[in-house]
């Protein structure tokens, strides 16, 4: 395989990469917003203890899937804009076209803003909730998980504000 084909076969991958990203992205998106408020009506409209309690877990996983496939996003463009796009001539490539109009940028920061506060509101008010539930049936131990739930959103927060330059540009 010549280096040009490589290169192009190489580029073709990595946004095929991005794209399957996105549409991942996009299922995210519609769990955490349909599915956990569904879920944690059902949890205490029937007093089910258990899945209220396993709520503000399950917003953990997708909240982290979310900056996975973000991160993954951002570095396959970084890639072809560090690996790829410099091999090809005489054109403006997509990557270093939206690194030089910063602008252009803004709307994947507040995206990726928008969502993890939005995920973080979900998180704090079905930790609320499980815990209310957990206190009515086991007063006496409600704390355990009160620290989990506590341990797990300040583990977000920090991976939050770690990965985020890696997650919004690819500079």
Not at 75 to 93: F, M, Q, S, W
Request: aromatic share 16%; charged share 20%; hydrophobic share 50%.
């Amino acid at each position: 395989m010549s280096t040009d084909e490589f290169n192009k076969q190489q580029y073709l991958t990595l946004r095929e990469e991005i794209r399957a990203s996105k549409a991942r992205v996009f299922t995210i998106l519609v769990l955490g917003t349909l599915f956990v408020p569904a879920v944690s009506f059902a949890a205490q409209k029937f007093e089910a203890t258990f899945a209220s309690a396993s709520v503000p877990f399950l917003l953990m996983v997708l909240m982290l899937a979310f900056v996975m496939e973000q991160n993954s996003i951002v570095r396959a463009g970084k890639y072809l804009k560090e690996h790829v796009e410099p091999n090809i001539d005489g054109l403006v490539t997509w990557e270093r076209w939206l690194e030089n109009n910063r602008h252009l940028r803004d709307v994947d920061r507040y995206f990726f803003a928008s969502f993890l506060i939005t995920f973080l509101l979900f998180y704090a008010i079905t930790t609320g909730m499980a815990v209310e539930s957990l206190a009515e049936k086991w007063p006496q131990h409600f704390w355990y998980p009160v620290a989990g739930y506590a341990i797990g959103g300040l583990w977000f927060v920090v991976v939050w504000l770690g990965h985020w330059r890696t997650c919004t540009s690819t500079n």
